[in-house]
């Protein structure tokens, strides 16, 4: 399930490298980070789920990381809806 997430993040860290922003890369990928290991601990040991749980919270991290790259690239006009949509 993760896979899409991924490589939308993945296509978002090299197209703000390819324009030589390394910054944003660094901060998409922190608050991603922090994310899921705020989310990890309450899902595998306050909802007991283990394993699950750690996955659902990496899952999450990889969404939100993947929604705030289509957030940026739109933004500085990396990327058009219409040419997604298609």
Do not use: C, H
């Not at 993760?2 to 922003?21: E, H, K, Y």
């Not at 996955?55 to 990889?62: C, G, K």
């Amino acid at each position: 399930f993760a896979f899409l997430p991924s490589l939308i993040s993945l296509v978002g860290f090299s197209a703000f490298r390819g324009i030589l922003d390394t910054q944003t890369p660094v901060k998409v990928s922190a608050f991603a980070n922090v994310f899921n290991a705020v989310l990890d601990p309450i899902l595998i040991f306050s909802l007991s789920m283990g394993v699950p749980g750690a996955a659902l919270a990496t899952l999450a991290a990889e969404i939100i990381s993947a929604a705030i790259y289509l957030f940026l690239l739109r933004k500085r006009d990396l990327i058009l809806w219409r040419k997604i949509i298609k």
